[in-house]
């Protein structure tokens, strides 16, 4: 329950500070002096939008801060007894916008403070009824009676892996749409490429074959030209070396001695002589293979201008750079073609999920439907004393596709006169009745949560008299169990309470402020004699009041 809360510059409350106890506490006031205002603080607690126009002082921060009483598990008592502990949770909020929130003066997310304290305290205000009459917020409940949250997680965790799986395929599927042309391109660029068959150093190789062909003749000639001056001109080059060779043997046998450098010279000249004539022969033999072939040049020279063509044509510097394109473009033409794997698999893995997610539904339809029994026999039972002796309320329950909720969809349906069609409940329920439901629902729930504290905001709204008293006396039963706030304008519902606080404007030097107080027995009467006569107090009113007071 919430034990103490804590407004400083917020909206029309500059400072508050007040003490709640368990039970029953009402909370009264004129209309505008501010009961919404605390509620919206309260909001902030639960990870609300934080608005920095509510900022008051924009000097100062704004600062709520409530101090929960909970249960936990005990660690020195006994296994499975509880103990009673605090734990503050707090919201600061900068002029600047910037929000900080914390749990026991640990800064924590603002999702992780709304997870804590949504578990500890529900807010009904009148326009949470909205959500009481949508198909989510029904089925919310419906659940909630069924216990599926555990099993909801499970559903919803293998539907989101579904849903990432259908959506990587779609994409997949969007990413080939949109690489049609880009395949389009890579294929004709391919062909080319594999048609053109270009090889590494062909270029290089092509020009040499090129030159040659291209001097055939001159070279055949000057090859020639070397093999007979070498080998069979007079006087040739060979001849003069070989005679000098037999001129430099003759004098070695006519000296009869030893003459290194006259050896040294004929040693030299006798390797000359064999590598002039390996030359000649190699230059005759090439000067046979050589012939001049038009056709062949001209293959070369048609072969050369396609190389030349197709490395302007790909912007590459040679033709060497077009095997390393064309290896390129074979990869991503066999990415972009492939035998689809991933697509395979994912389909695959998506059919094992979507009839897992089948199986996990039905699962989650069954309780719901034994949940929603239970539920209208509940329900039906607690609202009949609230002045509806003709309800009949059933939950209308659909199967519909998929969705992170299931297969499911809820429609709470009803009619409060004696044979009356069943409508839905929102178009075929007034404002006290829809009153009277809303609280029967919420008294249900607390009990099914354990939800330990619940505020109602003017949920008696459109009723009077011994309804309103019903009502009073369903929410001091319900805080049997829980700590119950009630905001209200009714006097019948005010006497229930254990405790009475009362918000009030008053106007300072330069602003207007509100403020809370709890009121003393006498001050509760007569503000109890307030709601029952007006402006003007009588005797009357402050008798009736009192009984009222003590009735209680």
């Known amino acids: 329950m919430i034990k103490k809360l804590i407004i400083k510059n917020y909206a029309l409350i500059d400072e508050l500070d007040i003490d709640f106890g368990d039970g029953l506490s009402i909370i009264t006031g004129e209309t505008g002096a501010g009961k919404s ?10 990870g609300e939008r934080a608005d920095t126009r509510a900022i008051a002082d924009k000097s100062r921060k704004t600062i709520v801060e409530a101090t929960f009483e909970v249960e936990r598990p005990s660690e020195e008592l006994a296994t499975g007894e509880m103990e009673k502990i605090e734990l503050i949770a707090r919201r600061e909020i900068q002029p600047s916008g910037r929000s900080r929130a914390f749990l026991d003066d640990s800064p924590v997310t603002l999702l992780q403070l709304g997870s804590v304290t949504s578990r500890l305290l529900d807010i009904h205000s009148q326009h949470a009824n909205l959500s009481l009459t949508s198909g989510e917020g029904q089925l919310q409940i419906i659940d909630a009676m069924a216990d599926n949250k ?22 997949i599927k969007e990413e080939k749409a949109k690489n049609q042309e880009r395949r389009d391109a890579i294929a004709y660029q391919l062909s080319q490429l594999q048609k053109l068959n270009v090889k590494l150093g062909e270029q290089e190789a092509v020009e040499r074959s090129f030159e040659l062909l291209n001097d055939a003749d001159s070279i055949q000639e000057h090859l020639r030209s070397v093999n007979y001056l070498l080998l069979e001109s007079d006087g040739s080059s060979l001849a003069n070396i070989s005679e000098c060779i037999y001129h430099l043997e003759e004098i070695a046998e006519l000296v009869d001695a030893d003459i290194p450098e006259e050896e040294t010279l004929h040693s030299r000249l006798k390797e000359i002589a064999i590598e002039i004539k390996d030359i000649a022969e190699t230059a005759g033999r090439k000067a046979d293979l050589i012939e001049s072939n038009p056709a062949t040049l001209a293959k070369a020279a048609a072969r050369m201008k396609e190389l030349y063509d197709a490395v302007k044509a790909f912007h590459v510097v040679k033709a060497d750079e077009l095997v ?13 073609e492939g035998d689809d794997d991933e697509t395979i698999g994912l389909e695959r893995e998506g059919r094992q999920l979507a009839r897992l997610l089948k199986e996990m539904a039905a699962g989650l339809t069954e309780r719901r439907k034994k949940a929603a029994e239970k539920f209208s026999r509940d329900l039906t039972e607690r609202a009949k004393p ?19 909720n299931g297969q499911d969809s809820v429609e709470f349906i009803c009619s409060f006169n004696k044979n009356g069609e069943l409508l839905p409940m929102v178009a075929t329920a007034s404002g006290g009745e829809l009153s009277r439901l809303t609280l029967s629902i919420k008294s249900i729930m607390a009990e099914k949560m354990e939800m330990p504290t619940v505020i109602f905001d003017e949920v008696d709204t459109g009723v009077s008299g011994e309804i309103a008293a019903k009502m009073g006396g369903m929410m001091v039963k319900m805080a049997d169990e829980i700590q119950v706030m009630a905001i209200t304008h009714l006097p019948q519902v005010a ?31 007569k503000e109890i004699a307030g709601m029952l006569s007006g402006e003007h107090i009588t005797e009357a009113a402050l008798s009736a009041a009192r009984s009222l007071v003590e009735k209680h």
């Open 324 to 336: 390393a394109l064309r290896e390129k473009l074979e990869k991503d033409f066999s990415r972009l």
């Open 386 to 404: 609230l002045g509806l002796a003709n309800l009949r309320f059933e939950v209308k329950m659909e199967q519909t596709k998929l969705s992170i």
């Open 37 to 46: 205002i605390m509620l919206g603080a309260l909001g902030l607690l639960l």
């Open 150 to 171: 555990e099993s909801l997680d499970d559903y919803r965790e293998v539907f989101r892996n579904y849903v990432a799986i259908r959506n990587r395929l779609r994409k």
């Open 495 to 525: 006497a229930k309470g254990e405790r009475h606080y009362k918000v009030m404007k008053q106007d300072t030097t330069d602003r207007t402020i509100s403020t809370i107080r709890q009121l003393t027995d006498e001050e509760r009467v």
